[in-house]
C-alpha cells in the first residue's frame, strides 16, 4: 500500500504544527506562576503549576501575628497561589489541546505529582530535630579502632 506523497506532505506539515504548539505550550507553562497575598498584605507567595513554593515575602507586620496565626497565613496563601497557578494552567492549555485532551494532561500531570494534604495545624517537629541554620551536618561516629591510642592525652603513641 503506497502513501500518497501529497498526504504523506499534508501530515507532516500538521505533525510539525503540533510539535511547535507543544514547544510553545511546554515554554509558557515553564514560566507560568502563580501568586497570592493575604488580606493585609504581610505574605505574599509565589508557587509554580506543581505547588513547589518558589518565593515567600514577609512584611515587618506579619510579625505582629503569633507564630501559629503566621504559620496558618503563609499556608493560606500557598493555597491561594496553587489555585491561580491551577487557573492560569488551565487558561493557557485548555484552547490549545481542547476539553477531552484536557482531562487527560490533568490526569497525566496529577499522576506525576504526589498527592499531599496540607498540615493546617498539624503540630511541627521538634526543633532539636531540625538542622540549626549555619550549623555543620551532623556527623557519623568514628568507628573504634583496635589499634587505639592511650586515651590519657599521649598522642600517636601506641600501647
Known amino acids: 500500500m503506497a502513501i500518497d506523497d501529497a498526504a504523506f506532505q499534508q501530515r507532516m506539515r500538521q505533525f510539525e504544527e503540533q510539535a511547535a504548539r507543544a514547544s510553545q505550550l511546554r515554554d509558557r507553562l515553564g514560566e507560568l506562576k502563580g501568586s497570592a497575598r493575604n488580606a493585609d498584605g504581610s ?15 514577609l512584611s515587618p507586620a506579619a510579625m505582629n501575628r503569633t507564630h501559629t496565626q503566621l504559620t496558618q497565613e503563609i499556608l493560606s496563601t500557598i493555597r491561594q497561589a496553587t489555585q491561580q497557578a491551577a487557573a492560569l494552567t488551565e487558561e493557557i492549555v485548555r484552547p490549545v489541546v481542547g476539553d477531552e485532551q484536557y482531562e487527560r494532561f490533568q490526569e497525566a500531570f496529577r499522576a506525576h505529582a504526589p498527592t499531599v494534604q496540607p498540615l493546617g495545624r498539624a503540630e511541627p517537629p521538634p526543633a532539636s530535630s531540625l538542622p540549626m541554620p549555619g550549623a555543620p551536618p551532623a556527623r557519623e561516629p568514628r568507628p573504634r579502632d583496635d589499634d587505639d591510642y592511650f586515651g590519657e592525652g599521649f598522642s600517636g603513641v601506641k600501647r
Do not use: D, N
Open 43 to 57: 505574605v505574599t507567595v509565589t508557587v509554580a503549576p506543581s505547588g513547589a513554593v518558589l518565593g515567600l515575602q
